[in-house]
């Protein structure tokens, strides 16, 4: 049997209640969870990560048009070395 996982949770320092790390505001009371200081680190880590993704993706497209390049510049080949052999 497996059990389920278990998030991590903290006091909101507004209404007392337990409410999940992961949150940045109250869910009861709205008061924000986090300083200034973890907003601006959270907002980068964030940019961040999401410059890692554009350049993963823009690398995942390079080597696909490098594929298909090299696959076009094989055909390109045989068809001049067809046309060579049939003159």
Request: negative net charge; contains cysteine.
């Amino acid at each position: 049997m497996e059990f389920p996982k278990m998030t991590a949770v903290c006091v909101c320092g507004g209404c007392g209640r337990t409410i999940e790390k992961d949150y940045v505001f109250c869910p009861w009371c709205g008061r924000s969870r986090v300083t200034d200081e973890d907003c601006e680190e959270a907002v980068e880590s964030a940019f961040e990560r999401i410059e890692e993704e554009q350049l993963e993706k823009h690398f995942a497209r390079l080597e696909k048009m490098e594929e298909t390049l090299d696959n076009l510049e094989k055909e390109l080949g045989v068809l001049a070395l067809s046309m060579e052999m049939h003159k």
